[in-house]
């Protein structure tokens, strides 16, 4: 089993590469901003909490299409992503729509964002920080969250949660792989995704709601609130949602 560092730099080219090659079917399969998080927006009233003239930012922007939601709520919008062919289609989407005066989109790590402290009063990262090796390197993402937000600014995030029943074999397997040393972490899944002839994996870490408190406690917020969200008909919700307030 590689070492740590080893590991986490590889995971990371990976994930860059599959969605690099996924890209152009990610953006046929997910044109419109997702549907849960439309739902979301609205039980937790964004509308009357954030004044106008706010700028938010997409950590994971992917395609750009939750920021064609997130810009009903504020003025501008910055879309940050690991995939440069993600960030060219959202580019292209956003012109398309006339959104490039309130829109700008640049190509980052989630462990390393590139703004100062304190510009936004909303950052959104939504089916991104599963996709990050290690605890440290997810702690870092969500501490960076937190730095760029304004006192008082507001952080949304979603990750998968553990234990739904499709992933439940894979799970048991990773406990034997463990106590051989041939696993990392217990909630680690590798999840595919065709495009074209290729099929690509894709690294996701699955979430505890005791995990995702530690991590979310690790940044400093002095509010969160954790809810299980997913569509009206599916009955073991799958993402944690966090709502949390500097």
């Not at 690099?20 to 964004?46: C, F, H």
Request: glycine share 6%; hydrophobic share 40%.
């Amino acid at each position: 089993m590689l070492d740590e560092k080893t590991w986490v730099i590889k995971i990371k080219k990976d994930v860059r590469e599959a969605f690099d090659g996924i890209a152009e079917s990610y953006d046929r399969l997910r044109a419109k901003p997702w549907n849960v998080l439309t739902s979301y927006l609205k039980k937790m009233r964004l509308d009357e909490i954030l004044e106008w003239g706010c700028c938010a930012a997409d950590i994971g922007c992917g395609n750009g299409r939750n920021m064609l939601l997130l810009i009903e709520y504020v003025s501008r919008c910055v879309g940050v992503d690991i995939s440069p062919k993600l960030i060219g289609i959202a580019r292209k989407n956003a012109k398309k729509r006339n959104y490039l005066k309130n829109m700008s989109f640049l190509i980052a790590d989630a462990t390393m964002l590139p703004f100062r402290d304190g510009i936004f009063e909303l950052g959104l990262s939504i089916a991104v920080i599963h996709h990050i090796p290690s605890f440290e390197e997810r702690r870092k993402a969500v501490c960076e969250i937190s730095r760029t937000l304004t006192k008082k600014g507001i952080a949304i995030i979603s990750v998968w949660r553990a234990f739904q029943p499709k992933f439940l074999k894979e799970l048991v397997k990773n406990l034997f792989r463990k106590i051989v040393g041939k696993c990392q972490e217990l909630t680690d899944v590798l999840v595919p995704w065709r495009a074209g002839s290729s099929t690509y994996f894709r690294y996701y870490h699955l979430f505890t709601k005791r995990e995702f408190e530690k991590l979310l406690f690790s940044a400093n917020f002095t509010e969160t609130c954790i809810s299980k969200e997913d569509g009206p008909h599916v009955k073991i919700r799958r993402n944690f949602f966090a709502f949390a307030v500097k």
